[in-house]
């Protein structure tokens, strides 16, 4: 049953894509092939796949992942250690030859090709598909953006990071972080409006979509929003 839902994937390497992020390159012959624009995710099957899945837990089962990368047939992600939770549990565990189950690549967070340039904002969960976002445009694409980490240890070597601002917290949190907002209120940006990608918290996200909107006067609609997490919240999609 599970795989008509699911693609089946065996882990090939792992490594500490930061102290914090764990890279997990999946590959085998299902993984083949998939349909997949940079910015979409996959929703894992952090749970052992075999075992019997009570509803009350239904929610700690999927998890959602950005896709660092794809070659057409290998999968790269890149999972942060928060701390507790299946997601993370799941990541910290994963050794050489395991299999993951994961449902196809999703999303409709990817770059939109029409825009004047392109702003990109969030956290270290957000700078994963930052990353690929940033390395499927056009070298021409006009690229401006503001990525918070904890420090400098926290960076994934995001194509053209030089162009971004980055922004340290250090021990601060990264909900509802107002120096994020700072960062994208200071990008100094074009008067015409662009297209904007925020993921990561999900009040950090809002916070910035506001100021673009009200601050800036950019149209809703030029601004492309995924929380990622939220205080206090399992699972988000
Ligand atoms: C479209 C999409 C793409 C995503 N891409 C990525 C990705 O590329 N890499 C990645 O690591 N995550 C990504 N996430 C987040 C991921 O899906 C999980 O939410 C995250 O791994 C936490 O899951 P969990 O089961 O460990 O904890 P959960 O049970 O979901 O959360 C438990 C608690 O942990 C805390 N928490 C969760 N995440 C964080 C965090 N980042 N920092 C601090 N506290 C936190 C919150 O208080 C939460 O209530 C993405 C989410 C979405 C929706």
Redesign the pocket.
């Known amino acids: 049953m599970l795989d008509l839902f699911f693609v089946r994937g065996l882990v090939e390497h792992l490594e500490q894509a930061t102290p914090r ?1 764990r890279l997990i390159r999946i590959g085998g012959a299902g993984v083949r092939g998939l349909s997949w624009t940079p910015g979409q ?1 996959v929703r894992v099957h ?1 749970k052992d796949p075999q075992a019997p899945v009570w509803a009350g837990l239904l929610r ?1 089962v999927l ?4 896709v ?1 990368s794809y070659d057409g047939e290998r999968l790269e ?4 250690d ?8 799941w ?1 910290g565990a994963l050794r050489l030859g395991d299999e993951v189950a994961f449902r196809k690549p999703e ?1 409709r ?1 990817v770059t939109v090709d029409s825009a004047a340039y392109h702003v990109f904002a969030g ?3 957000a700078s ?2 930052i990353g690929a976002m940033l390395r499927g445009l056009p070298d021409e694409a006009r690229v401006h953006g503001a990525v918070e980490v904890a420090g400098p240890q926290d960076r994934l070597p995001l194509p053209r990071g030089a162009e971004l601002a980055w922004q340290y917290r250090g021990n601060a ?3 509802a972080s107002e120096s994020l907002v700072a960062a994208v209120r200071a990008l100094e940006l074009p008067d015409e409006p662009g297209a904007a990608y925020l ?3 999900a009040r950090t996200c809002q916070a910035i979509r506001d100021q673009l909107v009200k601050e800036r006067g950019w149209p809703r609609r030029s601004v492309l929003v ?12």
């Open positions: 992020m995710h952090v700690d998890r959602s992942y950005s660092w992600l890149c999972v942060l928060h701390g507790d939770g299946p997601g993370a549990q990541a999303g967070f956290e270290e969960t994963v598909a949190s990264a909900a993921a990561g918290e995924k929380p990622h997490w939220a205080p206090g919240r399992r699972g988000l999609e």
